[in-house]
T-cell receptor
Framework: EDQVTQSPEALRLQEGESSSLNCSYTVSGLRGLFWYRQDPGKGPEFLFTLYSAGEEKEKERLKATLTKKESFLHITAPKPEDSATYLCAVQAGAGNNRKLIWGLGTSLAVNP | ETGVTQTPRHLVMGMTNKKSLKCEQHLGHNAMYWYKQSAKKPLELMFVYNFKEQTENNSVPSRFSPECPNSSHLFLHLHTLQPEDSALYLC??????????FGEGSRLTVL
């Protein structure tokens, strides 16, 4: 069964304390992996797309990486405004059977 | 206006009411989606429209009825809902599969 698992469920960091969030997946036919950020009471905001193992994308303090089994979202020297829930989604399958499978997210809190 | 706009932001309705959620996108995308977000559950796809045509109905109960009059507007008509339908309903548009641009959502409470 296709599955996306994010860990940890929740993470609390001090400002400036770097860390990583994990998204592991078991799907047939990976077509792409996507990271989103969601603030409380708002819709998710698209961050990155990764298509193949070894690929990396960066945006400000965030860097996303991809292997054949998992993706990491590295947060370098986080600030309180990075506090949010980070969602991972994997697109699997082909043609009319293509589907987007979502994880439950990691809730990140960065303390000043 | 830019992005994806959803109205109303909050809605409280009784089980016998009829209401509608509205979504408008100003991004020029041809694909539009309705998602349901509930606590402790992954995002749940409800409907997909491509070029105004419904291309996916993810086994959604008939008390939810979508309408897409053009590529910029999407509605979700609600009728005879159940308390378990209380959730955040998210509209999104997309230029490329998987890259979704979401609205801020409509928080629905069914009494």
């Amino acid at each position: 069964e296709d599955q996306v698992t994010q860990s940890p469920e929740a993470l609390r960091l001090q400002e400036g304390e770097s860390s990583s969030l994990n998204c592991s997946y078991t799907v047939s036919g990976l077509r792409g992996l996507f990271w989103y950020r969601q603030d409380p009471g708002k819709g998710p905001e698209f961050l990155f797309t990764l298509y193949s193992a070894g690929e990396e994308k960066e945006k400000e303090r965030l860097k996303a990486t991809l292997t054949k089994k998992e993706s990491f979202l590295h947060i370098t020297a986080p600030k309180p405004e990075d506090s949010a829930t980070y969602l991972c989604a994997v697109q699997a399958g082909a043609g009319n059977n293509r589907k987007l499978i979502w994880g439950l997210g990691t809730s990140l809190a960065v303390n000043p | 206006e830019t992005g994806v706009t959803q109205t109303p932001r909050h809605l409280v309705m009784g089980m016998t009411n009829k209401k509608s959620l509205k979504c408008e996108q100003h991004l020029g995308h041809n694909a539009m989606y309705w998602y349901k977000q509930s606590a402790k559950k992954p995002l749940e796809l409800m409907f997909v429209y491509n070029f105004k045509e419904q291309t996916e109905n993810n086994s959604v109960p008939s008390r939810f009825s979508p309408e897409c009059p053009n590529s910029s507007h999407l509605f979700l008509h609600l009728h005879t809902l159940q308390p378990e339908d209380s959730a955040l309903y998210l509209c999104a548009s997309s230029p490329v599969a998987g890259e979704l641009f979401f609205g801020e959502g409509s928080r629905l409470t069914v009494l």
